[in-house]
């Protein structure tokens, strides 16, 4: 598992948060406050822009990745974990950024569609 590029990783979770700011910052200025992922999750949720179980869930996950690929570049060890490792972190970064970006998927234009 890339800590950093796979499937429910930590680029993942940046874009869910980069998308949501980008999505309601207009709206909510507290939002572009904070420059790291954890504030800015914190305050999606203080914000009532995402679920406080998504945010408490994507920031733990966040967090747990940080510290594992830290501790693998102190030891020059590439930012790879055993499949099973972050299983539950992944999974729940997966059906949160499905929660978020599926939806918007569905009712996209394909190239076959007139705008």
Known sequence: ????????????????????????????PELARWTDNVRQLETLQSEHLLREENAERLTEAYKSYREFLHRLNLQQEPGRAELDAFSLQRELVVTTWEEIF???????PGPDTDL
């Not at 599926?102 to 996209?108: D, F, G, I, Q, R």
């Open 1 to 28: 598992f890339d800590l950093k590029h796979g499937r429910g990783a930590i680029v993942d979770i940046e874009f869910i948060v980069q998308y949501s700011l980008l999505r309601w910052a207009h709206e909510h």
């Open 102 to 108: 599926l939806p918007m998927l569905a009712h996209t």
